[in-house]
């Protein structure tokens, strides 16, 4: 009987291109050893590797596609190669897998199909986000993207601010980057001025931004525009 090949999960950089600020070592290796990815987007993973082992030969490397496209069955596909015994990585555009990523129905399958499933270790701007806000990290959520309609994103920015206050829990959310400062006017409008509101920039480039505000103080002083910068939102109280 073949021995099936591992999955790896294989967290990105999410912002800084120094490789050795968030990859860890042994992460670098594996890289080194597969010859088999699962991706989002072909382009910036062949950079990515490019970028951790230049001297691997591109047209060894094999990338499969994964994104909302995909359906089930092409996905399940991809793990053809575990199943003649060799290991496979599934790497994220930017930060960890499977997080606010593609990918968890293909690691389903994997544990259906009693491949090894290995997480390895690096960055995700939600939690160094959260680590950074000051706020509760022992009881939260992730809530993804919030609603691009107005009327649904108002009620849902209300729906989230009472789970703040019923369950004790800080709550985290994002939004594509092109749509930070409309979000963002949008939570100093809705949210109670008691409320906490942390708003994390950039996190690990250069010019990182990181604050936590009530909304009273921020619409006494909010001088942050987000633009088009990665940010991620978090509302809590005290």
């Known amino acids: 009987m073949i021995k099936k090949g591992d999955l790896y999960l294989i967290p990105n950089t999410i912002g800084r291109q120094e490789i050795n600020y968030s990859i860890p070592i042994e992460v670098i290796k594996i ?42 069955n092409e996905s399940n596909s991809f793990l053809d190669e575990c199943l003649k015994g060799k290991s496979i990585g599934l790497v994220s555009d930017a930060g960890c897998p499977a997080i606010a990523d593609p990918g968890s129905s293909l690691i389903a399958n994997a ?6 499933v290995r997480p390895l270790v690096g960055a995700s701007s939600i939690f160094l986000a959260l680590m950074s806000s000051g706020m509760n990290g ?37 939004e594509t980057p092109y ?24 996190i690990t480039l250069e010019n990182e931004e990181i604050r936590t505000k009530t909304i009273k103080e921020w619409r006494n002083n909010k001088k942050m525009k987000l633009n088009k910068r990665p940010t991620i939102f978090i509302i809590d109280k005290y």
């Open 31 to 72: 890289i080194k050893e597969l010859n088999y990815f699962i991706a989002e987007n072909e382009k910036v993973t062949r950079s990515f590797i490019k970028l951790i082992a230049p001297e691997k030969s591109q047209k060894n490397i094999v990338i499969n596609i994964l994104n909302k496209h995909t359906s089930i």
């Open 179 to 202: 749509r930070n400062d409309s979000l963002f006017e949008d939570l100093l409008k809705i949210l109670s001025v008691s409320t906490r509101l942390c708003v994390a920039s950039d």
């Open 111 to 116: 544990h259906l199909l009693k491949i090894k």
């Open 138 to 174: 022992q009881n939260f959520a992730f809530n993804g993207y919030l609603p691009i309609e107005k009327n649904e994103r108002r009620k849902k920015i209300k729906f989230l601010e009472k789970k703040v206050v019923a369950n004790s829990q800080s709550q985290i959310f994002m």
